[in-house]
């Protein structure tokens, strides 16, 4: 099956600092989506980005499905944005989630 | 918009009760799932459904069942409760297994003791 690295596995930030996220995946894949997992466990949609480039606010994700890698995009970071960020793609049907990588932002 | 309801939130089971978490979703999705979420680790696919009557396995079946009855709902079962199942469960429902996005429910925060 498919499998899905992401990188930095955890990342401490200043307020208002930017970051980028990666995530791997070793096959071709025709689905990618992005959640952010907040402190509470609630698992929040951020992107569903097959391909391209797609932007939400201070968000934005880039997926190059060809080179098998997607990026996701934090700018001016809050200490709202702490959590764990997951990468998913499909596999025959089915979400295969990478390890996460967990994000500290401090005040 | 309810989305994907997850019942119960928390509960807490001795070693050997048997218990039911129950999905349900509002959305008209043909495919569900259930997944676990252990310390550390990213969600792994315990079983699915493509379908009102259909279950399969995924990842990490062993200790579960599940039943799809009925479009809306997707029911996993524990029948013996072990404390390796102490976890944290996600529902989750997409409209197709090729494109379009998965919508999480909540989760079920489990504790066998």
């Known amino acids: 099956g498919i499998q899905v690295e992401q990188s930095p596995p955890d990342l401490i930030l200043q307020e208002g600092a930017n970051s980028t996220l990666r995530c791997n995946f070793s096959?071709?894949?025709?689905?990618l989506q992005w959640f952010h997992q907040n402190p509470w466990g609630q698992l929040i949609n951020l992107f569903y980005i097959p391909s391209g480039t797609k932007q939400n606010g201070r968000l934005s994700a880039t997926t190059v499905a060809t080179e098998r890698y997607s990026l996701l995009y934090i700018s001016s970071s809050q200490t709202t944005d702490s959590g764990v960020y997951f990468c998913?793609?499909?596999?025959?049907?089915?979400?295969?989630f990478g390890q996460g990588t967990t994000l500290q932002v401090k005040p | 918009n309810a989305g994907v309801t997850q019942t119960p939130k928390f509960r807490v089971l001795k070693t050997g009760q048997s218990m039911t978490l129950l999905c349900a979703q509002d959305m008209n999705h043909e495919y569900m799932y259930w997944y676990r979420q252990d310390p550390g680790m990213g969600l792994r696919l315990i079983h699915y459904s493509v379908g009102e009557g259909t279950t399969a396995k995924g990842e990490v079946p062993d200790g579960y069942n599940v039943s799809r009855l009925k479009k809306q709902n997707f029911l996993l079962g524990l029948e013996s409760a072990a404390p390796s199942q102490t976890s944290v469960y996600f529902c989750?429902?997409?409209?197709?297994?090729?494109?379009?996005?998965?919508?999480f429910g909540s989760g079920t925060r489990l504790t066998v003791v």
């Open positions: 096959d071709s894949v025709n689905n």
């Open positions: 998913a793609v499909r596999d025959t049907g089915k979400l295969i």
């Open positions: 989750a429902s997409s409209y197709s297994s090729q494109w379009g996005g998965y919508t």
